[in-house]
């Protein structure tokens, strides 16, 4: 099988062209094909190689000059600065232990609460949605960045036993768990990988069609109600999945 050129894996992508070079030009940076202080390719050389206008690569190069990842000097050239960070901000938790946990250094705003939400059956593979939930948009933040906005529905009837502090301080699965008479049954994790459209960029503070994590949670109880879905976006830059595959 023939290798593709870096031209045909562009044209292939529905992606703007400046975003998926500023990826490649990050990923030489992070592999070190670029090093730390080198001088890199002219704009006219990376436009021959990868078969753009010089445009383009002017627009990507601002993208990761943004970043921090390079200095550009008139006449002098462009030289890598530094490395793409690799501080995650959010770690997806794959048990149960682990999504009941948050995050001490992370702050939890509430950007709307809708009471009266109804959630269609027919999306759901498991359990039996609620007559009615309250539907809350949360942004999750860490040092003042956002890494996390989720949908999260609560199912009314539980209200309650919720107390109102702890929407925005716990995570979606603390919620509903250790809630009194309330026995959550069965509870599923659904990971996707996407990219950001305009209102999740501008939440996350990233650029159109970045990589992004969707995250969907259930909570199913002892007689089969769905009492909690929460529809999570991460930033796909700052996150991490790590399984354990033996117990």
Not at 123 to 139: I, K, Q, W
Request: proline content about 4%.
């Amino acid at each position: 099988m023939a290798k593709s050129s870096p031209t045909d894996l562009l044209e292939k992508s529905n992606v703007a062209r400046y975003i998926q070079l500023a990826s490649v030009f990050r990923g030489r940076i992070e592999r070190g094909d670029w090093p730390i202080g080198a001088r890199i390719s002219t704009v006219e050389q990376l436009a021959k190689e990868f078969g753009v206008a010089s445009m383009t690569i002017r627009q990507a190069l601002d993208q990761i000059e943004k970043e921090g990842l390079i200095d550009r000097f008139r006449a002098k050239g462009t030289f890598v600065r530094a490395k793409p960070e690799r501080d995650l901000w959010c770690e997806v938790q794959t048990d149960w232990n682990g999504l009941l946990m948050s995050r001490a250094d992370a702050q939890i705003e509430v950007l709307s609460d809708s009471p009266g939400a109804t959630l269609l059956q027919t999306e759901f593979d498991h359990g039996t949605v609620a007559p009615s939930y309250r539907h809350l948009r949360r942004l999750h933040r860490r040092q003042d960045a956002a890494f996390l906005v989720a949908d999260v529905y609560v199912d009314e009837r539980l209200q309650p036993l919720i107390p109102e502090q702890n929407y925005t301080t716990t995570t979606a699965m603390r919620l509903v768990s250790d809630l009194p008479g309330v026995k959550v049954k069965d509870a599923r994790q659904i990971l996707s990988v996407a990219t950001a459209d305009v209102e999740t960029a501008n939440f996350l503070g990233i650029s159109l069609n970045d990589p992004i994590v969707l995250v969907q949670r259930l909570a199913i109880d002892q007689d089969g109600s769905l009492i909690l879905v929460a529809n999570g976006i991460y930033r796909g830059d700052k996150v991490r999945i790590e399984m354990s595959l033996i117990e």
